[in-house]
């Protein structure tokens, strides 16, 4: 009787995913009926750049995990990617450093998301094009025309909202943001937030907030999907915007419109350091012996334990390394307000309790309970660490909540 539930199981499943990867066919021939061709060809991009047809493969499957598909979806994915270049994209800047962007063009060697993003069909980026003024307004006018409810808008940055918008004023028209936002994004078929800037704020919206700076979705009051971080990694756009190639609909998000995919695990989680938090290893200063031994960053005021993000598995600098295996501990920037919630960001937060104790008490206790724990062996660590949670917040019930997207 098990083994035919379990069978019927695998059945069902089998076909729920068939019948999705149906639907993601017929949405990209649509797509592809329906969109100018790409200025460039993927594959003559790859191979311009070095990329074999085996990297690409690798990096297929690789997107593929990270977007928790199984791996029938690989060819899919693959031919997302080589419609990439066929989705008009509308990027808009407001209240930021363009860091965003930035961190996006900083790249060194060939990689198959920074190469997708030099093919992505940008119609209008204020930092990229050659326009000014009223070119570059007729240049978003164009596109707006052209691309009704086809386009994707990016937005990069906060909206100052105080005095109506008036703290921040665009283009030759002398628009306020508040107002651009508006227009562009209802004629948008999705909006996605790059950065903590448009996605919650960020140090735009920091105390004491005099231009009553908000993100995008609570500044205009419509959903978006936030790709968060300080900067964020360009992997989590890419596979964000093939998601949207594949099934006409972004994918789903937690309570905070963060991707799951992306940002539903803590950076503990993945975290190199994590056996030596476990293990009550804790780096007490700046270059002393536990810093040279990699020790955790925890009481230097490392806020992965309460922090979302992915950064961890995908890396910065193309993929070289990321802020705590630089000797950094996470400031928590991929989280609404950190620049108020997680300061100081070089001391530990004792004022969020983890585990039932303050911080400081937390981590000693947690290195003791596991001292005592090697001395009775496997069980009793098995026991103490499991009683602890290892010093995990727990999750709030509203993240666990996600929006099903096109899954559904």
């Known amino acids: 009787m098990g083994r035919e539930s379990d069978r019927e199981y695998r059945r069902r499943v089998s076909g729920y995913y068939r019948q999705l990867m149906e639907r993601c066919q017929a949405h990209m021939d649509m797509l592809e009926a329906d969109l100018p061709p790409a200025r460039e060809g993927l594959g003559e991009v790859l191979e311009e750049r070095g990329v074999t047809r085996r990297d690409f493969l690798k990096w297929t499957s690789a997107m593929t995990a990270a977007l928790m598909l199984p791996p029938m979806f690989r060819p899919l994915v693959a031919r997302a990617a080589e419609n990439f270049g066929r989705l008009p994209v509308v990027w808009l800047h407001f209240a930021e450093c363009t860091g965003c962007s930035e961190a996006f063009l900083r790249s060194s060697y060939p990689n198959v998301d920074d190469i997708l993003l030099e093919t992505i069909s940008l119609e209008y980026h204020e930092t990229l094009m050659a326009a000014a003024g009223k070119q570059a307004e007729e240049c978003l006018e164009k596109a707006l025309a052209d691309f009704p409810g086809k386009f994707v808008c990016v937005i990069e940055g906060a909206l100052p909202t105080g005095l109506d918008g008036q703290y921040l004023r665009l283009g030759p ?14 004629k948008a078929a999705a909006t996605i937030c790059i950065g903590s800037c448009s996605s919650f704020g960020n140090v735009q919206a920091a105390k004491p907030n005099p231009t009553d700076a908000k993100g995008i979705s609570e500044a205009i009051g419509i959903q978006t999907v936030n ?9 989590n756009f890419v596979g964000t915007v093939l998601h949207f190639l594949m099934f006409g609909a972004l994918p789903p998000v937690d309570n905070l419109g963060r991707p799951v995919w992306a940002y539903g695990k803590r950076i503990h989680d993945y975290c ?24 955790c960053l925890y009481k230097m005021g490392c806020k992965g334990p309460y922090t979302y993000s992915n950064c961890a598995k995908v890396r910065f600098n193309d993929g070289v390394s990321w802020p705590i295996m630089a000797g950094h501990g996470c400031m928590g920037c991929t989280e609404p307000g950190f620049w108020d919630t997680m300061a100081p960001l070089e001391k530990p937060l004792t004022d969020k309790p983890v585990g039932g104790w303050g911080v400081t008490a937390r981590i000693d206790k947690l290195g003791l309970g596991l001292g005592a724990a090697t001395l009775v062996g496997i069980g009793a660590h098995a026991l103490v660490t499991g009683a602890l949670k290892h010093g995990q917040p727990a999750k709030p019930e509203s993240d666990e909540k996600t929006d099903q997207g096109s899954h559904e």
């Open 227 to 235: 790709i968060s971080g300080c900067p964020p990694s360009p992997q």
């Open 173 to 186: 028209k002398g628009k306020t943001g508040i107002e651009i936002a508006k227009e562009v994004t209802s």
């Open 272 to 295: 190199e350091r994590r056996p030596h938090y476990d293990a009550g290893e804790y780096v007490e200063e700046w270059g002393d012996e536990g810093a040279k031994k990699g020790w």
